[in-house]
């Protein structure tokens, strides 16, 4: 069941979306070398609080996992990509940092994520976050009426292809509302013109995330959370929540 959301709604939801769009840029702005996760996660924390919004990922035990998710963002490191488990680690030069967040205000959900390399970069780290903004943006360029959810991730594979990344499609966006994982499921792959048809009101986060080598295959840290591909390369996510709507598709997780 896929419900469509009305325009109050939506503008709920870019309340929320703005809490985690700040939260991001504050985590962006605070990361560098020597910095730890757990105080990375400190800071996006004190960007919820002050906002009066509540995090969708402290608590939340989804099948996969053993237990509860102890931060209110997710922080991968290099070969990590998604699901990190923010520790006591601190940054290192030239780590490629993917960071995730969900907030909620008064129940209304947002999802978004950024990728970015801490102090010195290296070119190929910048190609592949910039591969997955390019992914991001052009999935969310099909996100209109009329289209079909085949078309979101046929635009983002067909970018990923083109630059050579490796994919895996075990993760991928997701409907969002009162719940962050609604129906449906918004692949990362997929044949155009096929698939749920996209109306005015669908509200979705779009979320492609590639390897820069040709690895599909990923490992679980022992925190039971942290995913890495299995070949140490490494790893980008970007994310956002999209509205669909008549006049086109609006970004809510925006400062
Ligand atoms: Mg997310
Ligand atoms: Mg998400």
């Given at each position: 069941?896929v419900?469509l959301?009305?325009?109050?709604?939506?503008?709920?939801?870019?309340?929320?979306?703005?809490?985690?769009?700040?939260?991001?840029?504050?985590?962006?702005?605070?990361?560098?070398?020597?910095?730890?996760?757990?105080?990375l996660?400190?800071?996006?924390?004190?960007?919820?609080r002050?906002?009066?919004?509540?995090?969708?990922?402290?608590?939340?035990?989804?099948?996969?996992a053993?237990?509860?998710?102890?931060?209110?963002?997710?922080?991968?490191v290099n070969?990590?990509?998604?699901?990190?488990?923010?520790?006591?680690?601190?940054?290192?030069?030239?780590?490629?940092?993917?960071?995730?967040?969900?907030?909620s205000?008064?129940?209304?959900?947002?999802?978004?994520?950024?990728?970015?390399?801490?102090?010195?970069?290296?070119?190929?780290?910048?190609?592949?976050?910039?591969?997955?903004?390019?992914?991001?943006?052009?999935?969310?360029?099909?996100?209109?009426?009329?289209?079909?959810?085949?078309?979101i991730?046929?635009?983002?594979?067909?970018?990923?292809?083109?630059?050579?990344?490796g994919?895996?499609?075990d993760?991928?966006?997701?409907g969002i509302?009162?719940?962050?994982?609604?129906?449906?499921h918004?692949?990362n792959?997929?044949?155009?013109?096929?698939?749920?048809k996209?109306?005015?009101?669908?509200?979705?986060?779009?979320?492609?995330?590639?390897?820069?080598?040709p690895?599909?295959?990923?490992?679980?840290?022992?925190?039971?959370?942290?995913?890495?591909?299995?070949?140490?390369?490494?790893?980008?996510?970007?994310?956002?929540?999209?509205?669909?709507?008549?006049?086109g598709?609006?970004?809510?997780?925006l400062?």
């Open positions: 069941m419900d959301k009305t325009t109050a709604e939506i503008e709920q939801m870019r309340a929320a979306g703005r809490v985690v769009a700040t939260a991001l840029g504050a985590v962006k702005k605070h990361a560098a070398v020597g910095v730890s996760l757990l105080e996660d400190g800071v996006a924390r004190e960007v919820l002050s906002a009066g919004a509540a995090s969708l990922f402290e608590g939340y035990q989804p099948g996969f053993d237990s509860p998710f102890s931060g209110v963002i997710c922080t991968s070969d990590g990509v998604l699901h990190g488990l923010p520790s006591d680690e601190r940054l290192a030069d030239g780590d490629l940092l993917n960071v995730d967040c969900g907030a205000i008064e129940g209304w959900c947002a999802d978004a994520a950024t990728s970015f390399v801490v102090g010195t970069p290296r070119a190929e780290d910048l190609e592949l976050i910039a591969t997955t903004e390019q992914a991001l943006a052009a999935g969310i360029a099909a996100a209109v009426p009329g289209a079909r959810l085949g078309d991730g046929a635009a983002i594979s067909e970018v990923g292809q083109k630059a050579g990344v994919t895996n499609l993760f991928g966006g997701h509302g009162r719940r962050m994982h609604e129906d449906p918004v692949p792959a997929g044949r155009p013109g096929r698939g749920l996209l109306r005015a009101g669908h509200v979705i986060a779009i979320e492609p995330w590639f390897w820069s080598g690895g599909s295959v990923y490992v679980i840290d022992d925190d039971g959370w942290t995913l890495r591909s299995a070949d140490h390369t490494r790893g980008a996510h970007a994310e956002h929540t999209v509205a669909i709507t008549e006049e598709p609006q970004i809510l997780t400062p």
